[in-house]
């Protein structure tokens, strides 16, 4: 709250105290156009998306000469309520542009090319004009740029094609020089299909070439035919001759007419030797017929097979001829691209000049104002409403760190929910801490009181601890001094003795006893420690019923070698057969030996922790001692607890363990409970 409250009155006050500023806003669309110096080239232009035009665009409305060109516009270097009077022009000039340069914004709108360009003034009115004179100045510092860029496009363009008109007029007389001295002549390939010029050697070896496999191909089938017709005896062409076919067919009518009649006449007679010799006289005719046709057959194998020689012969010859034309061609491609490259950069270079005019690539403006900037009415900040929203958030973001970093740091037993969940032990009871003006022993003493309500749930949850009840011993020790621990002591005996129990309160504390009697240099537990005297001897009554104690007695110079004797667990016994409970009130574990020795030997052990006060680590530390020992941990007694601060916590800035120095000088008027009357 603390956090919150502060924050709200800083807003408040820096609002009231915090100059007016006024945004003036223009909308500005912004396209995207694509110059090329040399058009039509092999070069394709990029037209898809292009991520750096609009922040290039953006750069450009912040840039100083942007900027500069608005202040010399507007006159602001002379403006005394803008810029300081002081210096000289140049200066002010300077100071102006930086000034404006650093209060403009740029915001595109969306995913558009539509941008806002916004300026923050004191000024409404000059705050427009700045924007509207910025949009302006942009377009026009663009179309200068263009123009300046295409004048220098043509003056390059001049400078270029001289100098490719000059190299072109040269790899063209080098490439002429060279095929005159090298008789290199070509002949043109067509239109057709971008055919180049081809050597004349080359063009009739491949013409040669062609016909010579048409020549081999002719004489392969002649060869073939001649072949067949002289291994079978009838080719193809013998069996497809036409005379032949006839003559072959009368020759087979008059065999099947002498084969009819054979049966009818004899063979001698005349009509079958007549028809014997016309069949005869058909095979002579076909025999003649079959060798001309292979006659035929043989001259076009020949005729092929000189046919295909000569051609080889000529191929053989152009072939050298070629191979020595490669050889001096090399030079000659060499050339012949250096032309043709030329050629083509003076070609495009001539037609993008032709096509550049005095303002022929400026086109249409790159930027156009959609929506120009008005005087703006009310002030864009300081905004109260937005100051205490942000000031509430940080002041409750820093409120709750702090408050959790405090928390976080400070791991001290507060509750009783930590006594459980952070050391592990039962809660026994919650004594609250004494109210001021009230005092500890009168409380005590009243039953109705808050703090003997609070000891009398201790000695309840005692009985229900164990399974077997009421221990019968029960050690009662603490972390550190002055945390309540005597004060448990004579309430839980006290509490038990009310309920008609007999109740023996030992002052084991050799080193700070608590209660003190008039024969302490006589009585008490150091003497019967160092003796062999009845326990009986050295026991006192008190003011309260069923309620006696046994004094330390004098402070020995050795308690810790005393209370690990086998006559302390001798006096115990015996205190335990005669009582029906004995409370004995140790001094505090850390530090010393002489509670986790007690607690050895005693039924049961309560530690008592003072809230918010005892640190986890050392707590736990603590405990390990007493269970190493042997003790039995019923519980723990949470005292001093103030129910207003249990949410919240103080780091102590001590470490695990504490400086803990206990000797003589005795406990506070508080712990001084019992007054032994002997």
């Known amino acids: 709250m603390g956090f919150l409250t502060a924050s709200a009155v800083i807003a408040i006050v820096t609002t009231a105290l915090t100059t007016p500023i006024y945004r003036a806003t223009a909308t500005v669309q912004i396209l995207k156009q694509n110059q090329d110096i040399v058009k039509n080239s092999s070069v394709e232009k990029e037209d898809g998306p292009d991520p750096e035009f609009l922040p290039t665009q953006f750069q450009l409305l912040h840039s100083r000469t942007l900027a500069e060109r608005v202040v010399n516009d507007l006159h602001l270097a002379y403006d005394s309520n803008y810029t300081l009077q002081t210096g000289s022009h140049a200066s002010r000039v300077r100071a102006a542009t930086s000034r404006l340069a650093s209060s403009v914004e740029i915001n595109q709108l969306a995913t558009s090319r ?105 004489r392969i089938q002649a060869e073939e035919r001649f072949r067949g017709a002289e291994r079978t005896g009838d080719s193809t062409e013998i069996l497809n001759n036409g005379a032949l076919q006839t003559l072959i067919a009368q020759r087979n009518q008059l065999q099947a007419d002498y084969s009819d009649k054979l049966g009818t006449f004899g063979a001698e007679y005349p009509t079958m030797i007549q028809l014997r010799g016309r069949i005869e006289t058909l095979n002579a005719q076909i025999s003649r017929q079959r060798s001309s046709v292979k006659g035929a057959l043989r001259a076009e194998f020949e005729a092929a097979a000189a046919e295909q020689s000569r051609l080889q012969q000529r191929v053989n010859e152009l072939k050298s001829s070629v191979l020595d034309f490669r050889e001096r061609s090399i030079q000659y491609n060499i050339l012949q691209r250096n032309v043709d490259t030329n050629r083509s950069l003076y070609d495009a270079l001539l037609q993008r000049y ?23 009415n009310q002030p864009f900040r300081p905004s109260l409403r937005f100051n205490l929203l942000i000031a509430l958030f940080a002041g409750l973001a820093a409120g709750c760190a702090v408050a959790f970093l405090i928390e976080f740091i400070d791991d001290t037993i507060k509750t009783p929910e930590e006594v459980t969940s952070k050391l592990g032990l039962s809660i026994l009871g919650v004594v609250p801490v004494v109210p001021k003006g009230e005092r500890l022993i009168e409380m005590l003493r009243t039953p109705q009181s808050a703090i003997s309500e609070a000891y009398f749930s201790v000695v309840t949850a005692l009985r229900f601890a164990r399974a077997g009840g009421m221990p019968k011993s029960l050690l009662i020790t603490s972390c550190k001094p002055s945390e309540g621990k005597s004060t448990t002591c004579f309430a839980v005996a006290q509490h038990y003795a009310r309920l008609g129990h007999s109740v023996l309160l030992i002052d084991a504390d050799m080193r700070k006893p608590a209660f003190r009697v008039d024969d302490d240099n006589v009585m008490g537990l150091s003497n019967l420690l160092a003796s062999n005297d009845s326990i009986d001897l050295h026991i006192m009554s008190s003011h309260f019923d069923n309620l006696s104690l046994l004094p330390s007695g004098p402070i020995p110079p050795n308690p810790a070698e005393l209370l690990s004797s086998r006559r302390m667990r001798e006096i115990l016994a015996r205190a335990e057969s005669k009582y029906a409970l004995v409370v004995v009130d140790g001094p505090p574990v850390l530090g010393l030996s002489d509670a986790p020795l007690l607690g050895s030997i005693c039924d049961g052990t309560i530690l008592v922790l003072e809230a918010a006060t005892n640190r986890r680590p050392a707590a736990l530390s603590i405990i390990q001692r007493l269970h190493s020992t042997g003790a039995v941990v019923v519980g723990a007694v949470l005292t001093k607890f103030n129910p207003r601060q249990s949410g919240y916590g103080y780091g102590y800035g001590y470490g695990y363990g504490y400086n803990y120095s206990y000797g003589q000088g005795g406990k506070s008027e508080v712990d001084r409970l019992i007054e032994i009357t002997g």
């Open 114 to 218: 539509v941008v806002g360009v916004s300026y923050f003034d004191t000024d409404p009115s000059r705050a427009a004009a700045v924007v509207n004179s910025l949009t302006k100045n942009f377009i026009s510092a663009d179309l200068e740029r263009r123009y300046d860029a295409t004048a220098y496009a043509r003056g390059f363009l001049e400078t270029r094609i001289a100098q490719v008109r000059t190299a072109l007029e040269t790899s063209e007389r080098a490439l002429v020089n060279y095929a005159q001295a090298r008789q290199i002549i070509t002949v043109s390939g067509g239109e057709k299909d971008g055919a180049q010029n081809t050597p004349l050697d080359t063009a009739s070896l491949i013409a040669l070439n062609s016909s010579l496999s048409e020549a081999q191909q002719k």
């Open 354 to 376: 032709k096509e550049i005019g005095v303002g022929g690539s400026v086109g249409s403006n790159l930027a156009s104002i959609v929506d120009p900037a008005e005087r703006p």
